[in-house]
Every structure is written in C-alpha cells, then in structure tokens.
C-alpha cells in the first residue's frame, strides 16, 4: 500500500505540529531541525547555507551499499561544541578579570575511536586541549597522539609501577603526564619508581567531596566513594611526598563529582569545596598551579532545562561562570595565585555529533477490526458480554463530559477478556473463540479513542488504553551494541523518524531490537521534563523505508556496547558538511562481518565451514542432501559470513 499525496492527507498537521511532537526545538538547539520536505536536517552552527538533508544523506549512503544500522558522525559538530567549550571559558575569564587560562582535557573513555580522537585534538589544537586518561591502554593512545608539547595528559585511574614509570619517562619525552594519586598505596610505588628511575612525575591529587552529588552518579562523591583521597588521606600524602621530597611536584588538584549533574547547584558546592581544598594544599607548601574540575557537565537530552535527570538548568557560559568566579573568590580571599583551570567534559563535548540511525523491519500492529463472520455458535456468555459492551460504547454520547460510564464499560471489557483467559485455560473456549475474545476487547479501546482523546484527558482509569492499542516497531539493530546505556541506566535519548514530518504520526509505538532478549527494547522517551512509554509514529508499510534516528548519542555508547546475540558495530561514517549544503564523507569506519564477531569468541571461520562440510558428506552418503544443495548450503555459509550482523534487504 503506498501513500497517497501525504500533504493533503493531514490538513492539520506540518512539521511545527511535528516539531512540537518531538520537542525538535528544544533539544535539537541549532544542530537539529525540520525542513519543508519534513525531513531531519543537521547544521553544525544553525546557518541556512550549511545545513544538509539527514534522508538524502542516508539514501545517498544505501547507494554506495552502506546501510543501517549506521552511526552518522557530524565532524563539524564536534569542532563547534570544542569551539563553544572554550568560547565560553575565555568569556568568563575576561568577564571576571581571572588572571590565569582556562586549558580542557578530553576524557579519551568516552569515546576511543582513533579517529575521533584525532578530531578532539584537531579542533582542540588552537586551545592546547590534551586528553585524560583513566587505563593504561588509554595513557598509550595519549602519549602516541599528544603532540602538542603544551598540552596537558591528565592520567586518573588505577596505578601500578608500569603505569607510574610510562608517565615519568614520558615527561622526560616532552610530554606533560600528570599523575594524579587516586589511592593512599599509589605514594610508594611512586616513590619506588622515581628511585628506580632518578626522575620524578608532575603529581596531582584527586580529592573526595563531601559535596552532594546527583541522580546515577551519586556514589561518586562522599566518604564511601571508590575515587579519590579523603582529608585525612590528603594530610598524609602531604607528609610522605615531603619525606620523599617530592612535594615540590604537586601541583594539581582534581575532582570529579559524577556524570550529567542536572543542578548547577551541586557543580557550585563541589567547586567551593574543591576551591578551600586547593587553598589548604597551597598553604602547606605545595606548588599548586592547576585546579582540576574533573566531567560532569551535562547535556539537555529532553530539552526542558530542569533538574530531572535527562535535563540540566544551566548552560554553557552558567558553567563556566561558575567555575571561574567560585575559583577566583576562594584564592582573592586567601591571596593566592588563581590557578590554570582545567576540566575533563566528555559528554558535553561527544554527545550532538553523533547520530545512530536505524530501518524499520515491520510493525505487530494490533487488530481490532472484528471478524463479521464470527459464529459464537457455542453461545459464549463472555463473548456475548464482550459484543454487548462494545455496542454500548459505540452507542455512547460523545460530546459527555462525565467519563464514568466509559470507564464503567472499559472496565467491564477488561474483565470480560481476562474470563476470557481464566475459561480457555481450563479448557472451556477454543483458541478461535479467544483471539475473537481479544479482538472485541482491542476494538472496545479502539472505539473508545475515537470517541475521546485519551491521549489529552487525566484519567488514569483510561491511561492503559493507549498502552492496549501500541504497536511494535521492529527495528534493525541491537539496543546492547548501539544504545547500551538506555537498556543499563535507563538513560532517554531523543529518538524521532529522520523523515515524514508532513504527516501526521498517528500510531503509538515502542521499538524491539533484533536481539533475543525481551530487555532489547525501548519504550522510554522524552517527555519535557519527564519520560513516556510510547512515542508516536508513522504507518509502517513494506515498500518504503521508514528511518528512525537516536540523537545526542556521541557520548560512552560504542565503548560499552556489546556482543549480544552477536550483532557487531555497526558502520561509522564520518561527514564534514562543506558550504552550499553539500557534504563530504571524510571517514568510513566498517562494521564487524559475521567472521570478525565470531573471531572475538575463538571461532575460526575455516573451522566452522569444515566441520558442516564433513557433516555434508556424511548426509550426502546417506542420499540426505544433494551435491547441489551442499554447494548451496556452504555457499551461503561463506557469503554470509564476510557480511554485516545485522538484516539486510
Ligand atoms: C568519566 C570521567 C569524566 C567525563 O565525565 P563527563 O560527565 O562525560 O564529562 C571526567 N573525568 C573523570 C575522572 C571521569 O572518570
């Protein structure tokens, strides 16, 4: 079935109807929006002539045989969120007369791929951005990539003597690693490693607050968190680095109060915490020369600017404010040098550039249009019930105001179906005598919606109707591998069609990944401020594609995702969006074949062919399969296994 003139179809709906159905405008800012097609559009700063169609792109990408599911990376967002990162700082530096620089590090675990570290570094090169690091394998890729010599290489995480010798030569290589000692036990090795090698390593300390923090990462802060020194702790390394007569490289402090803080109030207790920690360390003969403000600033993923937890009520230029006059204060009362700023914003600076885009497979819409031809011949008292009720709902008068009798008759309706139940498990009603039982039910609910908008009513009696009448999108991807945090943290992403926006989204809908695993869904979705379980959506039919994306995905995704039911990264395509509206496709990152996943478990494709082909011969001999059918079947095997993981057309 096609589509007729979608235009004409909705005579009340256009892509401000649609805009508001997404809340494209709020979260969206000036990266995201709609144009007159009704398809996404992404700009990098929000200009006319530098905005590029999301649908043609992706169409233009399924002719060159790249297909969804695939991660669009938008280069140029990258570099305008960097760009905006150190605007603002510089802003507030001027603007409060601070006497130091502001200089970012990218923390490296919220997105690995070379070649968008690279970018970071690129873009950051004008600001002297550096990198922090929490692992070994992630203090490598920062001494390979960081080039330049004034920037910083903050390096946070677990330490043993290998890890401590790497930053103490890398020192001596030009490079500026900062140590920061998380634990107590790190002093000795420290101290060990500098005997052993006659140099020492620029130090830091990582402190605990006691400063509240928020939502998921509330753990990070406060006296049992797994980070940092708490006060007594800090007393004492002050001591042994003195003994050891190291205290003259001390020169930073860091914290670090958790990710996506919502409340700019939190930020501003840490940082005045923090501030009095610095001015004591000062005090007590330390060089302090940087202050270390660690992540945390968060990201608008509902655009509602609250303090919920997909929200933040601040902005960029608030943060930074907050950093600069809350350090500046705390070193004028105490006459001390203001220190070089640092901070550690992953999330932030990762999340817009990123879209994952998905194909639709097909819907499980529900069907209430019952069958005419149904002979209750049994003269089911239930069934009777059923059609007795749906008749007084069609007979009700729509204009009332009083929802009693809707919900009297909705609630006879559930009842009647789940008797329904209760008979065909004892054996009394046949299985055509339940789906017909079923189908009178879904028809009662739809009937009810096209008498009233239960969709704008409060009426939690009603509220499950919607859910009764939601379909199933059924998409092509791995909610584990693309979009782990929605399933492990329940984090909402904005998800909205990349196309269709003339039309009236009349369905309500909630997604299904291709995984076995009824966790593999998602039916959590921005809702201003709050969260809803099912998002509207377009008719779905077999001859159109229908292209869903998950936006501000940039940050922590790929790294976490994982191998579930064997589904593999997905193809990364990175784009530069050149002037005039055009584009260029600057990077291809492949997507793992069905042989490299199968590799990552110590399955050698040769290995697996052999054996089926033995098996062939076997089945061969026994006249089971012919000769023919053993190419076929082998033949398939190898074809398949060079492919994606994920369904193609
Ligand atoms: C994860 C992490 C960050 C990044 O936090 P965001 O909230 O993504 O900015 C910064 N610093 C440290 C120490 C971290 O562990």
């Known amino acids: 079935m096609k589509r007729s003139n979608t235009k004409n179809s909705y005579p009340n709906w256009d892509i401000r109807e649609s805009i508001k159905a997404y809340d494209i405008d709020k979260w969206g800012g000036k990266y995201f929006s709609l144009n007159k097609k009704g398809n996404i559009t992404v700009s990098p700063d929000g200009t006319q002539d530098n905005n590029i169609d999301l649908l043609q792109l992706i ?41 130091n620089q502001y200089k970012g590090v990218f923390p490296i675990k919220c997105n690995h791929q070379k070649n968008f570290i ?55 290589l030009g490079k500026k690693p900062i140590l920061v000692i998380e634990q107590i036990d790190e002093i000795p090795r420290i101290i060990e490693c500098v005997n052993k090698l006659g140099d020492t390593p620029l130090l830091g300390i990582r402190t605990k607050l ?153 819907t499980s819409n529900i069907n209430y249009t019952i069958d005419k031809n149904f002979n209750n011949s049994n003269e089911s008292l239930i069934i009777s019930n059923l059609l007795q009720t749906l008749e007084e709902i069609k007979e009700l008068d729509d204009t009332e105001e009083d929802y009693s009798k809707i919900i009297e008759l909705w609630n006879d309706a559930k009842k009647f179906k789940n008797d329904s139940l209760a008979t065909f498990r004892l054996g009394f009603m046949s299985l055509k005598e339940r789906a017909f039982s079923e189908q009178v039910t879904w028809a009662c609910a739809k009937e009810i919606t096209n008498k009233l908008n239960v969709e704008n009513i409060n009426c939690p009696e009603l509220s499950d109707i919607k859910d009764t009448l939601a379909s199933t999108y059924y998409g092509n991807f791995s909610v584990f591998k693309s979009i782990p945090d929605s399933w492990a943290i329940n984090q909402i992403f904005p998800i909205v069609p990349i196309h269709r926006h003339l039309e009236q989204p009349i369905f309500n809908g909630t997604f299904a990944d291709l995984t076995c695993d009824s966790d593999g869904k998602l039916n959590n979705f921005i809702d201003n401020g709050n969260s809803k379980s099912l998002l509207k959506m377009h008719s779905f039919n ?74 062939s011969e076997l089945a061969i001999n026994a006249n089971k399969l012919s000769i023919e059918e053993t190419r076929q079947l082998i033949g398939h095997i190898e074809s398949s296994l060079r492919k994606s993981t994920y369904l193609s057309e």
Request: net charge negative; aromatic share 8%; with cysteine.
């Open 542 to 615: 077999n001859e159109e594609d229908y292209f869903i994306g998950i936006f501000l995905s940039g940050a922590y995704q790929e790294a976490l995702g994982n191998l579930h039911n064997l589904f593999g990264s997905t193809n990364i395509i990175h784009i530069d969006i050149t002037q005039n509206n055009n584009y260029k496709i600057s990077n291809i990152i492949r997507e793992d074949n069905k042989a490299e996943v199968l590799k990552k478990f110590d399955y050698s494709t040769e290995e697996l062919i052999e054996k089926i082909r033995v098996n």
């Open 118 to 172: 690279e970018k970071i570094l690129e873009f950051g090169d004008p600001w002297d951005f550096g990198l922090e690091v929490g692992s070994k394998s992630e203090l490598i890729i920062g001494l390979s990539l960081l080039d330049n010599p004034n920037s910083l290489l903050i390096c946070n995480g677990y330490k043993d003597n290998n890890y401590i010798e790497m930053s103490i030569l890398a020192r001596k």
């Open 210 to 362: 006691s400063s509240r923090s928020s939502g998921r990462w509330e753990n990070t802060t406060g006296d049992s968190s797994k980070f940092g020194l708490s006060i007594p702790e800090i007393m004492i390394t002050i001591k042994e680095l003195e003994q050891a007569n190291l205290l003259s490289e001390l020169q930073l402090l860091h914290f670090h109060i958790g990710s996506q803080i919502s409340d700019i109030s939190i930020i501003k207790d840490a940082l005045q915490e923090a501030s009095q920690v610095f001015v004591e360390l000062s005090k007590l003969g330390a060089p302090m020369k940087y202050i270390d403000v660690g992540g945390g600033l968060g990201i608008d993923y509902d655009g509602s600017q609250t303090t919920s937890s997909n929200s933040t009520n601040y902005t960029l230029q608030n943060y930074a404010n907050d950093v600069v006059a809350t350090i500046k204060d705390s070193c004028k009362i105490h006459k001390i040098d203001e220190p070089i700023i640092i901070s550690e914003s992953g999330r932030s600076i990762t999340s817009h550039c990123s879209v994952l885009i998905f194909n639709i497979l097909g």
């Open 59 to 99: 169409k233009e990408l399924k002719s060159r045989e790249i297909n969804p599911p695939l991660i669009l990376r938008f280069n140029d967002i990258l570099k305008n969120r960097i760009t905006e990162l150190n605007h603002v700082f510089e802003g507030a530096i001027k603007n409060y007369k601070y006497n």
